[in-house]
């Protein structure tokens, strides 16, 4: 089985995939595939700098990852030329780790920030949302060092609470506590593999 899990930033899904990963999920992480995909030399980052400017790569080859952010989240165009050229690239990547993490565990978990947004729930069985108000979103986001101008500009771009709960096939409240959190992962866990 392919589970989807998704949620806005700071929402709690890498805390809950984590939960999952010990439960004895595999999980295939888009935000790891979009790191890889722009390593020095790769053909994604030759891509996004023709389109962003050359200074986004560094003296060593690397990603000037602030700089790219910059240009990138400045307006919806740039954003959305942003992920055109990066999302068929992680989509690729993504359906052969999560055949490959399907054949090896119980349960593929596909942790997708953008999955309802990019329409890749076409990859998974099941949607799983990870849900919080979006104050505490923000203020987990930004405990955890990120700046809170573009955590709420994120937000702005990413699918609306409503939007995402309509495509969910379960919803994880990790509005309150951890203990919580995990109370639900035991339950959906326990449904899966009974
Ligand atoms: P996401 O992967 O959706 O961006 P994270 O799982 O990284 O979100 O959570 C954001 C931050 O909030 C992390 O520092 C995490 O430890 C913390 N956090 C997540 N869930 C809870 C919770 N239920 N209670 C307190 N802190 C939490």
Same mark, same amino acid.
């Given at each position: 089985m392919r589970? !989807?899990? #998704?949620? !806005?930033?700071?929402?709690?899904k890498s ?8 439960k004895?999920?595999g999980?295939?992480?888009? =935000? ?7 390593e020095?030399g790769?053909?994604v980052l030759?891509?996004?700098?023709e389109?962003?400017?050359e =200074? ?5 080859? *690397?990603?000037n990852r ?7 989240f400045?307006?919806?165009?740039? #954003?959305r030329h942003?992920?055109e050229?990066t999302?068929?690239a992680?989509? @690729?990547?993504?359906e052969?780790?999560i055949?490959a993490?399907?054949a090896?565990y119980p349960?593929?978990?596909y942790?997708m920030?953008?999955l309802?947004?990019? !329409?890749?729930?076409s990859?998974v069985?099941i949607v799983?949302v990870?849900?919080a108000?979006?104050?505490v979103?923000?203020?987990r986001?930004v =405990?955890?060092?990120?700046?809170e101008a573009?955590v709420?500009?994120?937000m @702005?771009?990413?699918a *609306?609470?409503?939007?995402?709960? *309509?495509a969910?096939?379960?919803m ?6 951890? @203990?919580s #959190? ?5 339950a959906?866990w ?5």
């Open positions: 589970v !989807g899990l #998704t949620g !806005g930033i700071g929402s709690g805390t809950v995939s984590t939960m999952l990963a010990r004895g999920a999980i295939v992480d888009a =935000d790891e595939i979009a790191r890889r995909i722009v020095p790769s053909p030759a891509r996004l700098a389109e962003f400017g =200074d986004i790569v560094l003296a060593d080859g *690397s990603l602030q700089l790219l952010a910059d240009r990138a400045a307006d919806e165009r740039s #954003t942003l992920n050229i999302h068929p992680i989509r @690729e990547i993504a052969a780790e055949s993490a399907e090896a349960i593929a978990v942790e920030p953008l309802v947004e990019t !329409g890749q729930v990859l069985d799983v990870v849900d108000p979006e104050e979103q923000v203020q986001a =405990d955890r060092g990120l700046n573009d709420r500009r994120r @702005e771009q990413q *609306s609470r409503a939007d995402r709960s *309509s969910a096939d379960h994880i409240d990790n509005g309150t506590t951890l @203990e #959190t995990q109370a639900q992962v035991d959906l326990s449904e899966w593999t009974s």
